[in-house]
Nanobody, 115 residues
Framework: QVQLVESGGGLVQPGGSLRLSCAASGIISSIYNMGWYRQAPGKQRELVAV???????NYVDSVKGRFTISRDNVKNMVYLQMNGLKPEDTAVYYC?????????WGQGTQVTVSS
């Protein structure tokens, strides 16, 4: 059974940093494309960052230069380092594992950016 568990969310002031972690079990995460999505209240879920099984990364324009996605295949972990956080980054962040167009999701972690 595939399980993705996110952690690291919380309340942070504008300009601050957070590091999200996603622990994967039930899969060999190294062969999956791993991603972080987010969903703000009243908005659709959007892709924030993805790292392919080959290590290629891609980001939504609004986070380029501020967020970094990485993975540790030995630990079956994926991370999202978020710097320079803005109020518009406030959302529930979800970890995603995808292979052959089959998606697995975590339950999400809340990130709130507010002074």
């Amino acid at each position: 059974q595939v399980q993705l568990v996110e952690s690291g969310g919380g309340l942070v002031q504008p300009g601050g940093s957070l590091r999200l972690s996603c622990a994967a079990s039930g899969i060999i995460s190294s062969i999956y494309n791993m991603g972080w999505y987010r969903q703000a209240p009243g908005k659709q879920r959007e892709l924030v960052a993805v790292i392919t099984s080959g290590g290629i990364t891609n980001y939504v324009d609004s986070v380029k230069g501020r967020f970094t996605i990485s993975r540790d295949n030995v630990k079956n972990m994926v991370y999202l380092q978020m710097n320079g956080l803005k109020p518009e980054d406030t959302a529930v962040y979800y970890c995603n594992a995808e292979r052959f167009r089959v998606d697995h999701w975590g339950q999400g972690t809340q990130v709130t950016v507010s002074s």
